[in-house]
Structures are given as C-alpha cells and as structure tokens.
C-alpha cells in the first residue's frame, strides 16, 4: 500500500516472457497485486509472471484494448497502475507519479516518455514524427495539449474506470481512454515527464507503425464524432462492456 491506499498493476502482454520478468523482478514493494493479462502468448508468459507473483488473467480474443479491459475489470486496487511488458517503462518513477497523485489530489496521470537514447533510427524517428502528428491532431479536433498521446503508462483512480467510455479492443485504446480523461473537466488530470528508454525493450514490438499507426488516426475522427453525437445517450463504461 501507499498513501494508505491498495495498489494495483496491470499489464497487458503478448509473447513477453524475457520482458516480464524484468519488469516484475524491479516492482516496488509496496505494489499490492499485479495482474498480468496474457493474450493468447505462445511463449512462457504465464509461467513466468506467476513465478514472480504476478496474478495471470487469461484473454484469448485478441488486442491490446481487449486486454487491457479485461485486466482493469479484474484489478482490485484503489488506485491502477498500467505499463506494457517490455521493460520500457520505468517501475522507479512508479512512487513519484503516486506521490503527485496523491499530493495534488488528482484523477488521472499520463506518464510523458521523455526519450533519454535518441538514436537516428527510421523506425525511432517514425514514431517520434507519428506521435507529433496525433498529438497536433488532438489538438485541432479536441481543443487538447497532449505531449504524448500514445503513452502506455498511466496512474489513475480506480473510480475513473466507472466513468469512461472506450469502445476500442485494439491499439486505439491508449489514446481514446486519455480523451475521455483530458475531454471532461470532472476529472482533474495531467501528463507528467518520465525517462524512457525505447532501446532497452525486451522482445519484439507488437506495433505495426503503418497498419496501427492509420487505424489510431482514423479513430480519432470516429471518437469525435461519437463524443459529439452520444451526449444524451447512457454512456458504456468499461465495466459494462462483456
């Protein structure tokens, strides 16, 4: 526990069991449970995480936001904790995203990678251009200033769960559940930098940077459009979604 209260992990993963295992291996101590969603790994994912006490959830249908869903129904935390499994994400900045939680009485905070091994790679420079792109997106369709729309980090209050509507099952997810949170002024949210290092993942990336990379635009338009035509419908929370 922190700040007296319970917290939780989840951690979405696909063929990660090299990456897991670093990840869980460096986790706070004050971490109450971690939920490691394994969809549909045909590595030692499962095996793995369960080795260093991670609680695995089991989704056989297929996305990122898929598992993602199906892990937050199952984290029993106050507050959640989300990262990816490739030990990108730094597990040390974990106690100071809570801190400022906590200290600023917020809702939701998006962590913002702050790159600390710029290489003049194409695919480096691709996703740094691509997230520039979303990011300038948002910003005309939404009224929003995102640094990094695309974050996989994030450290919420579980309640925010109850009050967000995000349809997507894949990639897009990430982005839209940020919309819904920095869109509706109920919620007090804010992106905090982080140091990130993309070269020292684990594994192969899961992101296609064309296929994916369209397909979270496109969405963007699509989220616009059901944000502006949906006010006075029921809105379906994460929880309510099967």
């Given at each position: 526990?922190?700040?007296?209260?319970?917290?939780?992990?989840?951690?979405?993963?696909?063929?990660?069991?090299?990456?897991?295992?670093?990840?869980?291996?460096?986790?706070?101590?004050?971490?109450?449970?971690?939920?490691?969603?394994d969809n549909n790994s045909i590595d030692n994912t499962?095996?793995?995480?369960?080795?260093?006490?991670?609680?695995?959830?089991?989704?056989?249908?297929?996305?990122?936001?898929?598992?993602?869903?199906?892990?937050?129904?199952?984290?029993?935390?106050?507050?959640?904790?989300?990262?990816?499994?490739?030990?990108?994400?730094?597990?040390?900045?974990?106690?100071?995203?809570?801190?400022?939680?906590?200290?600023?009485?917020?809702?939701?905070?998006?962590?913002?990678?702050?790159?600390?091994?710029?290489?003049?790679?194409?695919?480096?420079?691709?996703?740094?251009?691509?997230?520039?792109?979303?990011?300038?997106?948002?910003?005309?369709?939404?009224?929003?200033?995102?640094?990094?729309?695309?974050?996989?980090?994030?450290?919420?209050?579980?309640?925010?769960?109850?009050?967000?509507?995000?349809?997507?099952?894949?990639?897009?997810?990430?982005?839209?559940?940020?919309?819904?949170?920095?869109?509706?002024?109920?919620?007090?949210?804010?992106?905090?930098?982080?140091?990130?290092?993309?070269?020292?993942?684990?594994?192969?990336?899961?992101?296609?940077?064309?296929?994916?990379?369209?397909?979270?635009?496109?969405?963007?338009?699509?989220?616009?459009?059901?944000?502006?035509?949906?006010?006075?419908?029921?809105?379906?929370t994460i929880y309510d979604q099967p």
């Amino acid at each position: 526990m922190r700040g007296g209260k319970k917290i939780s992990v989840v951690i979405p993963c696909y063929n990660e069991e090299v990456g897991i295992a670093q990840v869980l291996s460096t986790m706070p101590d004050f971490i109450d449970e971690v939920v490691v969603v394994d969809n549909n790994s045909i590595d030692n994912t499962s095996q793995v995480a369960r080795k260093y006490g991670a609680r695995v959830v089991f989704e056989e249908r297929k996305g990122y936001g898929r598992a993602y869903k199906t892990g937050l129904s199952q984290a029993g935390g106050d507050i959640i904790i989300t990262m990816d499994g490739d030990a990108t994400y730094p597990r040390i900045a974990i106690a100071y995203l809570l801190d400022i939680l906590f200290e600023d009485n917020l809702d939701f905070i998006s962590a913002w990678r702050v790159a600390i091994d710029w290489r003049e790679s194409l695919d480096y420079i691709m996703r740094f251009v691509g997230n520039r792109i979303f990011n300038l997106t948002i910003l005309l369709l939404y009224g929003r200033h995102l640094h990094d729309s695309q974050s996989g980090m994030w450290v919420f209050k579980r309640e925010v769960l109850r009050e967000v509507e995000v349809t997507s099952d894949g990639m897009p997810f990430s982005q839209e559940l940020k919309l819904e949170v920095f869109c509706r002024r109920k919620f007090r949210s804010r992106e905090v930098p982080v140091q990130f290092s993309y070269y020292k993942r684990h594994g192969d990336s899961k992101l296609s940077l064309w296929r994916d990379g369209i397909k979270n635009y496109l969405q963007l338009f699509v989220k616009r459009l059901r944000m502006k035509t949906s006010k006075s419908e029921k809105r379906i929370t994460i929880y309510d979604q099967p």
